[in-house]
């Protein structure tokens, strides 16, 4: 057939794009000739491929009052991306409520999103990993907000291992309520000297804190150091072992009665207030105890003198024992007279041997 007899037709859903080597509409179209023959070639070459050139293209050629068609389907392989903002997103919730993070990932074919926590760097090599598998889909919902939530999230999109794959982080900061706890509820300590009560305070944020004694506010003074190289009555310690965490400690010198008492750890923020309260109690200084002598009694024959007499009278709540020592003195003169009758016996008892013995 002569070629000025061909006419050649694409077409895309019906609607025609070129028509011979004519274009309509998009300069990303070309008619190219390959082969042998490049002449009777009439290929079709779209620059620029996009994601809506994906479908069924249809090549009509005719000559004279014969027709040829040829249907080509084209995929369009997209790799993944986030749709909207691509930046990481800074996200503050309070804990006890509820959020949904959102990822919208588009491409060809639809890739499949995962949700992970990413490992704190100080627990990776502990983990033997750097994250953790939490979730599947284009939305993660994250119910009844807790502070182990803080962290970061990150989704990742993909679609085919040989393209690469699309992600988004999302930080997330959790806020939630001062907790003070105490650290000795319980001092004792001796006038004079000195002494330290403590607590922990965790919250987020934490904006004001400070310990209260009889209406008076010891708040931070500094580090430590400061602390020892100073000679405030009062000096309030401040460390931080963590980022939410604060220890406060406060030093009290040269203890008097005013500094005896109950002591509160205040923590504040937006969210609320929490204290608890520590006690220092004084110790008093043991008396010596007074030894009192028992009350001297006679012994058998044992006569008091004047002076045994005005001191066992004289001693405090011994009015019956004096009386039972002059009872004592009565026996003991009674004692006496005894003792002569039995000596009068026995002289007479000498007497009669000696008798005896003589008149032998």
């Given amino acids: 057939f002569a070629l000025l ?5 694409w077409q895309k859903d019906k609607k025609t794009l070129t028509f011979n080597k004519q274009f309509v509409d998009d300069s990303r179209l070309k008619i190219v000739s390959t082969g042998i023959k490049a002449s009777n070639r009439f290929d079709l070459q779209i620059s620029e491929i996009r994601a809506s050139d994906e479908g069924l293209y249809r090549c009509i050629a005719s000559f004279g009052n014969k027709f040829f068609v040829k249907n080509v389907t084209l995929l369009v392989t ?3 991306y986030i749709k909207g903002r691509q930046t990481d997103q800074q996200m503050t919730l309070i804990e006890g409520d509820s959020s949904v993070l959102e990822c919208l990932a588009g491409g060809r074919p639809e890739p499949t999103v995962v949700w992970y926590k990413l490992v704190e760097p100080s627990l990776v090599k502990e983990m033997n990993r750097d994250k953790i598998p939490v979730g599947e889909g284009q939305r993660y919902s994250i119910s009844n907000v807790t502070r182990q939530c803080q962290g970061t999230f ?7 291992k040989m393209l690469p794959s699309a992600s988004k982080r999302f930080n997330i900061t959790v806020q ?4 003070v706890s105490i650290v000795n509820e319980e001092i004792s300590q001796r006038r004079g000297l000195s002494t330290m009560v403590m607590c922990v305070i965790t919250g987020n944020p ?8 009889r ?7 500094g580090s430590g150091s400061s602390c020892e190289s100073s000679s405030l009555k009062h000096c309030v310690y401040l460390s931080r072992p963590g980022g939410s965490v604060i220890r406060m400690d406060l030093l009290i010198r040269n203890l008097t009665a005013a500094d005896f008492g109950q002591y509160f750890c205040v923590a504040r923020s937006k969210l609320g207030t929490d204290r608890k309260s520590a006690s220092v109690l004084e110790v008093e200084d043991a008396q010596p105890e007074i030894t009192r002598e028992p009350p001297q ?5 044992q006569v008091l ?5 005005a001191t066992d009278a004289t001693a405090p709540g011994n009015r019956h024992a004096s009386s039972t020592l002059q009872g004592a003195k009565g026996s003991a003169r009674s004692a006496g007279a005894g003792l002569g009758g039995r000596s009068l016996l026995s002289t007479a008892s000498w007497l009669l041997l000696l008798l005896l013995l003589s008149n032998l």
């Avoid at 007899?5 to 037709?9: A, C, M, P, R, S």
């Avoid at 934490?206 to 004694?213: T, V």
């Fill in 78 to 80: 997209v790799p993944p």
């Fill in 305 to 309: 003198t004047g002076s045994d007499r």
């Fill in 215 to 221: 209406s008076l506010m010891f708040r931070p003074s």
């Fill in 206 to 213: 934490l904006q004001e804190f400070y310990w209260e004694h």
């Fill in 176 to 179: 939630y309520k001062p907790a």
């Fill in 154 to 160: 990150i989704c990742i999109a993909s679609n085919d």
């Fill in 5 to 9: 007899d061909l006419q050649v037709i």
């Fill in 297 to 301: 009694r006679p012994v058998s024959g």
